[in-house]
T-cell receptor, first 112, second 114 residues
């Protein structure tokens, strides 16, 4: 399975941008990059996904490196409600197409 | 409204007893998943299923069993063989054939062994 690596934790101040990195050096050409976030005592929720091009939605932006070996989730103006665990995962094809594996994620702390 | 429902939210079990956690979805998703989460940790995959009457072991399947008799339902049984069952259990579903598709999660079941 293609793996992802994220920092254990990051901190930000409210209303400042946050850049959450993810490394996926073994990504294959057809793997999609997905991001989820998990608030305390809740199930994760989808944030954004992409393949090659940068993506924007109402929650965040996703910047994907040209070689696709890394990506960055960008929260343009962090709020206290953005404090959560953020997971970067790969959705793969081939024999692993149904398997969804999450790592440890990044704990984001937002300071007022 | 479409969604994925787990029940119960809290569950207490005596040591040596089996217990079954419920997960139901009305999203017409083919794939369903069970994860375990310990305090301060990420999600670990227990079992997943992509089709009725078929399922695959995840990374920590020992001490757990599942069934997939209906597309909508994927119950998880925590057996007495699971040595440390106290944890937060999450169920998810998605369209496994579309790698762009998002996964939907339930609100979780917190299991405590007393």
């Amino acid at each position: 399975d293609a793996k992802t690596t994220q920092p254990n934790s990051m901190e930000s101040n409210e209303e400042e941008p946050v850049h959450l990195p993810c490394n996926h050096s073994t990504i294959s050409g057809t793997d999609y990059i997905h991001w989820y976030r998990q608030l305390p005592s809740q199930g994760p929720e989808y944030v954004i996904h992409g393949l090659t091009s940068n993506v924007n939605n109402r929650m965040a932006s996703l910047a994907i490196a040209e070689d696709r070996k890394s990506s960055t989730l960008i929260l343009h103006r962090a709020t206290l409600r953005d404090a959560a665990v953020y997971y970067c995962i790969l959705r793969s094809g081939g024999t692993s197409y149904g398997k969804l594996t999450f790592g440890q994620g990044t704990i984001l702390t937002v300071h007022p | 409204d479409g969604g994925i429902t787990q029940s119960p939210k809290y569950l207490f079990r005596k040591e040596g007893q089996n217990v079954t956690l419920s997960c139901e979805q009305n999203l017409n998703h083919d794939a369903m998943y069970w994860y375990r989460q310990d305090p301060g940790q990420g999600l670990r995959l227990i079992y997943y299923s992509q089709i009725v009457n078929d399922f695959q072991k995840g990374d920590i399947a020992e001490g757990y069993s599942v069934s997939r008799e209906k597309k909508e339902s994927f119950p998880l049984t925590v057996t007495s063989a699971q040595k440390n069952p106290t944890a937060f259990y999450l169920c998810a579903s998605t369209n496994s054939r579309d790698r762009r598709a998002e996964a939907f999660f339930g609100q979780g079941t917190r299991l405590t062994v007393v």
